[in-house]
């Protein structure tokens, strides 16, 4: 290979670590150069790459045995897993990795350099929170924010993808629709239940998003718990959730002169009241109270039955009682 006054390597948009020293250890050895700054131009590296390059070999050994294709480390790689190593320190990359050290696991570096920021920890913890089996999840239809972050999750603990662009490109879903559920749900999950999950939809859940930009995290908590505690049993929708957060939810004076009669047939009831239209709102409320009430007071066919039979058994007309007064 003959060296040029444009360097070697310049050419090459990704330079490996391994190659990056190999050169400047055999240009040391046939005194080429005797110094990293002379190195630099015949080499077509910066300073700070050669550097990175001669620092691979200081990385613990378990960790490039994770590598799929040790090769393909560059500079930049060395530096992220240095940066983390410093951050958090190696006990805590050591569990990040642990595991997988100890099967002999193979990743793509963007995999690896996941697992070490501790992204692929994050992922698993999310899933299990989740308590969603992995059939499920790739089952699951990609349309609400809880099945495309579980999703985004589950690939990021497989190795498909580390980051939402590359989920973006493999699901074919916009990069800004899976960053959206994530935190999404990751800000569900901070919060008591408020309404059902199947409610939180993209529209609902991006002015939740909204709430938590403008007031900050501990107000929106604050407000969520006085809501909770509120509504707690009434089977509130997320409608009826965030006109309560934004204080839309103001009740006209007279409103509680409500009347309900009979309508046409046997099948209709008419509510009345001065405010129907602000009533109207709170329908699902309202027939979930109803439901409630019917429960109560009626007995399914099979429950019938059921009593008819245990009445009429023997056992149960000629069954002595179990204590008797003295």
């Given at each position: 290979?003959t060296?040029?006054?444009?360097?070697?390597?310049?050419?090459?948009?990704?330079?490996?670590?391994?190659?990056i020293?190999?050169?400047?250890?055999?240009?040391?050895?046939?005194?080429?150069?005797t110094t990293?700054?002379?190195?630099?131009?015949?080499l077509g590296?910066?300073?700070?790459?050669l550097?990175?390059?001669?620092?691979?070999a200081?990385?613990?050994?378990?960790?490039?045995e994770?590598?799929?294709k040790p090769?393909?480390?560059?500079?930049?790689?060395?530096?992220?897993?240095?940066?983390?190593?410093a951050r958090?320190?190696?006990?805590?990359?050591?569990?990040?990795?642990?595991?997988h050290?100890?099967?002999?696991n193979?990743?793509?570096?963007?995999?690896?350099?996941?697992?070490?920021?501790?992204?692929?920890?994050?992922?698993?913890?999310s899933?299990?929170?989740?308590?969603?089996?992995?059939?499920r999840?790739?089952?699951?239809?990609?349309?609400?924010?809880?099945?495309?972050s579980?999703?985004?999750?589950?690939?990021?603990?497989?190795?498909?993808?580390?980051?939402y662009?590359?989920?973006?490109?493999?699901?074919?879903?916009?990069?800004?629709?899976?960053?959206?559920?994530?935190?999404?749900k990751?800000?569900?999950?901070?919060?008591?239940v408020?309404?059902?999950e199947?409610?939180?939809?993209?529209?609902?859940?991006?002015?939740?998003?909204?709430?938590?930009?403008?007031?900050?995290?501990?107000?929106?908590?604050?407000r969520?718990?006085?809501?909770y505690?509120?509504?707690k049993?009434?089977?509130?929708?997320?409608?009826?959730v965030?006109?309560?957060?934004?204080?839309?939810?103001?009740r006209?004076?007279?409103?509680?002169?409500?009347?309900?009669?009979?309508?046409?047939?046997?099948?209709?009831?008419?509510?009345?009241?001065n405010?129907?239209?602000?009533?109207?709102?709170y329908?699902?409320?309202?027939e979930?109270?109803?439901?409630?009430?019917?429960?109560?007071?009626t007995?399914?066919?099979?429950?019938?039955?059921?009593?008819?039979?245990?009445?009429?058994?023997?056992c149960?007309?000629?069954?002595?009682p179990?204590?008797?007064?003295?």
């Amino acid at each position: 290979m003959t060296m040029t006054h444009n360097g070697l390597l310049r050419s090459f948009k990704k330079r490996s670590c391994y190659t990056i020293e190999f050169l400047y250890e055999n240009g040391l050895a046939e005194g080429k150069w005797t110094t990293q700054a002379d190195a630099l131009n015949a080499l077509g590296v910066s300073q700070a790459e050669l550097s990175l390059a001669l620092k691979l070999a200081e990385l613990p050994d378990g960790l490039i045995e994770l590598f799929e294709k040790p090769a393909e480390i560059t500079p930049y790689s060395v530096r992220v897993m240095r940066e983390v190593i410093a951050r958090d320190g190696l006990e805590i990359v050591g569990q990040r990795i642990g595991e997988h050290v100890a099967a002999g696991n193979k990743f793509p570096t963007r995999a690896v350099l996941a697992m070490v920021k501790g992204q692929v920890f994050a992922s698993k913890q999310s899933l299990r929170w989740s308590r969603e089996s992995e059939n499920r999840i790739l089952k699951s239809t990609l349309d609400l924010p809880r099945n495309i972050s579980h999703r985004y999750h589950l690939g990021v603990a497989k190795g498909e993808w580390t980051s939402y662009s590359g989920c973006s490109r493999a699901l074919n879903i916009s990069r800004k629709n899976i960053r959206d559920a994530v935190y999404i749900k990751a800000l569900w999950h901070s919060l008591p239940v408020l309404f059902a999950e199947t409610e939180l939809t993209f529209a609902v859940g991006r002015k939740l998003l909204a709430l938590d930009k403008d007031w900050g995290r501990q107000v929106l908590l604050q407000r969520a718990q006085s809501i909770y505690l509120k509504m707690k049993g009434m089977g509130a929708t997320a409608e009826t959730v965030l006109r309560e957060f934004n204080n839309e939810n103001v009740r006209p004076s007279d409103l509680s002169r409500v009347r309900i009669r009979r309508g046409r047939g046997t099948k209709r009831l008419i509510i009345e009241c001065n405010h129907a239209d602000f009533l109207f709102q709170y329908r699902r409320e309202l027939e979930f109270a109803i439901r409630s009430a019917l429960k109560k007071i009626t007995v399914t066919s099979e429950g019938i039955e059921i009593n008819r039979l245990l009445s009429n058994h023997l056992c149960f007309k000629t069954a002595a009682p179990r204590f008797s007064a003295t």
